[in-house]
């Protein structure tokens, strides 16, 4: 398959993941999308890392993908606070921040 | 007579003492507090002073005339020589200063002790303080070697005038006299500092010794030099009382009678004829500022005069008489005659001050300074003798100083042919010695109006002081009469006899007035008219000055307020105004929701990205 292929099938998974972002009110659901962004970033590094027979590629995507779970407990950890706290999850009532 | 010279370093002394004794009692809480000591540091110090002062005196030396008698140190250094240099300079005229100003000083202080034994005990501290900041500020005066030092214990002496006339400050007129006093005397310094800044650009020195060297020589840009010398003398006429900047000293007289004595009479106003006589060799090369001097000096003297025989109170009298006096004294300056000035101020100095504090003791007397309201101390010579003899030494009756002075700066403005000034002194001559006999018969020979108020036990400390200043006077004028050969200006022959017969007159016209009571005062006044009425409201000049602080400064003040006020901070609270609204708008923005801010992220992102393929393209 050309590499066409590869970056089509990342693009779709990232917009896919952007949407999900986007769009869900469930803040696991936020998370869930944040990790769908980053593997399209992963199936694009491996797939030039592929293409350009370099090694490097790989070796930054098993460091993406460490960093991944990392981010995600720390997210998860952070979403259960706030439901302690707010006794709700939806995106939508988190609004401290408004000006 | 030859020039000479004393020592640098006992004049350091006499300048050390006073200013210790001002440090002493500035910062040593305990000692301000207690009178007495702090009366027994000043007093002692002042003392010091004089007697070092005497001895400068003694041990003067010859000096050549080529010999400079300034000993000056570098204080603003820069390349090629020092910019500035402080120092001082004890030649013949600041050593008679020393001696006039320390010895004044000491009797004042010591007869103050007396004078304000009343006031509170822990206020006596602060007045003996400015006393000693007075003196050091005054010596250094004299001393100056040059016009930037002279200027900085100008203003010094200044500000002891303001802090000494305010020092009842809890009298609104005292404080109002006080602040009228320093404004008015700016006025004039605002000329002085521009003179001397504009002679240093002119000549590139400040130095008095240098400036006479270079206008001996001819060095000196004589066509620049007349305006200069006119701002330089513009000072002089605010600290020495001239037309038109007089109306500040009667003011002062609300300041302690002492005080009064001191710097209103025998001292800091004369700093302005010492300034002219000390900056001579330069004014000598201004012909037409000479004359103008000389012309005021007239003019304020005739004026003052005038002033002073419709006055009541019997220390704005001897206030308006001082003014009339230093008159006296710029118009010998403006004259081309400054030695006889110069002896006018110091003999003026003793006389006036003895004058003061005699008015002093009938004021302690009568609990008021309305000479209508004084009289019967004719059994009192202890009193009155003193006084008479300073009013006859001010009216210029042989053997006294005044006499002999007055003599001496009518024969040079003679001289000069300068005739209206001669005609305008003599006439204030005749009206000095009216003036200062209706004072006397008044205030001690009249008969009392209300004996049950006076309290006629005197301090003999006051009376002492009166006393030994009496003799002072009177030895000067012995010493004058019988072993001074020469004169500086000779005048013709009938001179002697014109100044014996107005004198006289206006002795013999007061006591026909006020004492026999044979012309009534009110008929002289209504046929002099328009002159006495206007003399009684001062010819309008207070007025003057008051309506155009309030149409002037007021109206500009009120202007500048306006601009500030909605011009400036207008244009200030809109834009702070549009802020608050904009950021009002904008607030809208912040939604607080995590999944908007994503949005800006994301679209931000896709902008970058399209903008990078257009450009790439």
Redesign the interface.
């Given at each position: 398959m050309p590499l066409g292929a590869y970056l089509t099938l990342a693009a779709l998974v990232f917009a896919i993941g952007?949407f999900g972002?986007?769009t869900r009110r469930n803040a696991v659901g936020?998370l869930l999308g944040i990790e769908l962004m980053l593997n399209a970033v992963n199936i694009n590094l491996v797939a030039f890392g592929r293409f350009h027979a370099d090694l490097a590629g790989v070796i930054f995507t098993l460091f993406t993908i460490s960093i991944t779970v990392a981010e995600v407990a720390v997210g998860l950890a952070i979403v259960i606070v706030i439901f302690r706290v707010r006794r709700t999850v939806d995106?939508?009532s988190?609004?401290?921040?408004?000006? | 007579m030859m020039p000479r010279v004393g020592s640098p370093t006992l004049a350091l002394i006499v300048l050390g003492l006073p200013l210790l004794s001002f440090l002493l009692l500035a910062v040593v809480r305990p000692l301000r507090r207690s009178a007495p000591a702090a009366a027994l540091v000043s007093i002692a110090a002042i003392a010091g002073a004089l007697a070092t002062a005497v001895v400068t005196l003694l041990g003067a030396g010859p000096r050549g005339l080529m010999q400079s008698p300034s000993v000056t140190w570098s204080w603003i250094p820069a390349d090629g020589g020092p910019m500035a240099t402080v120092g001082v300079m004890v030649d013949d005229l600041s050593m008679a200063m020393l001696l006039l100003v320390t010895l004044v000083s000491l009797l004042v202080q010591v007869y103050s002790w007396a004078y304000l034994h009343d006031e509170p005990r822990t206020s006596l501290g602060r007045y003996y303080a400015y006393h000693s900041l007075f003196a050091f500020s005054m010596l250094g005066l004299v001393l100056s070697p040059t016009f930037l030092q002279m200027f900085i214990f100008w203003e010094l002496v200044g500000l002891c005038s303001y802090l000494l006339i305010g020092y009842w400050y809890d009298r609104p007129s005292a404080a109002r006299a006080a602040v009228k006093a320093f404004w008015i005397t700016k006025l004039g310094d605002l000329g002085f500092v521009a003179g001397i800044v504009m002679l240093w650009a002119a000549t590139g020195t400040f130095d008095f010794w240098t400036l006479f060297h270079m206008g001996s020589t001819g060095a000196l840009p004589v066509d620049s030099l007349p305006p200069i010398m006119f701002l330089i003398y513009l000072g002089a006429v605010g600290k020495s009382a001239q037309f038109p900047l007089h109306v500040w000293l009667p003011d002062a007289m609300e300041g302690p009678t002492p005080v009064s004595a001191l710097i209103h009479a025998a001292t800091m106003v004369t700093a302005g004829v010492f300034l002219v006589t000390r900056a001579f060799p330069l004014f000598r090369l201004t012909p037409d500022v000479l004359t103008l001097i000389a012309w005021v000096g007239a003019f304020t003297a005739l004026l003052a005069a005038s002033m002073a025989c419709v006055e009541g109170d019997i220390k704005r009298v001897l206030a308006y008489s001082t003014i009339s006096q230093l008159g006296y004294m710029m118009a010998a300056a403006g004259a081309a005659n400054p030695e006889a000035g110069f002896m006018h101020l110091i003999t003026h100095g003793v006389f006036k001050a003895l004058l003061f504090l005699g008015a002093g003791i009938v004021i302690h007397v009568f609990h008021t300074n309305d000479v209508f309201r004084m009289g019967g101390l004719r059994g009192h010579p202890v009193i009155w003798l003193p006084f008479v003899v300073g009013t006859l030494a001010l009216a210029g009756v042989p053997p006294l100083p005044g006499f002999f002075t007055k003599e001496a700066i009518l024969a040079g403005v003679f001289e000069a042919h300068l005739r209206v000034p001669f005609a305008m002194l003599a006439i204030t001559a005749f009206l000095t010695a009216f003036y200062m006999f209706r004072v006397v018969f008044m205030a001690f020979f009249a008969r009392p109006h209300h004996a049950g108020h006076a309290h006629h036990h005197v301090p003999s400390l006051m009376t002492g002081v009166c006393w030994l200043l009496a003799a002072l006077t009177l030895a000067m004028g012995l010493r004058r009469a019988f072993f001074s050969g020469h004169h500086e200006a000779e005048g013709p022959a009938w001179l002697l006899g014109l100044s014996l017969v107005l004198a006289g007159t206006g002795i013999g016209l007061a006591w026909a007035m006020y004492q026999r009571r044979a012309i009534d005062p009110a008929r002289v006044a209504g046929a002099l008219g328009a002159i006495g009425w206007m003399a009684r409201r001062r010819y309008g000049l207070d007025a003057l000055y008051a309506g155009l602080y309030r149409v002037v400064l007021l109206g500009v003040s009120r202007l500048v307020g306006w601009v500030d006020r909605y011009l400036v901070d207008g244009v200030l609270n809109v834009l702070s105004a549009w802020t608050l609204r904009a950021g009002e708008r904008?607030?809208?923005?912040?939604?607080?929701?995590?999944?908007d801010y994503?949005?800006g992220v994301?679209l931000g992102a896709l902008l970058l990205f399209v903008l990078a393929q257009w450009r790439l393209r």
């Open positions: 952007l972002v986007l936020i995106a939508d988190l609004d401290l921040l408004r000006g | 904008m607030r809208r923005l912040q939604t607080g929701l995590p999944q994503v949005y994301a």
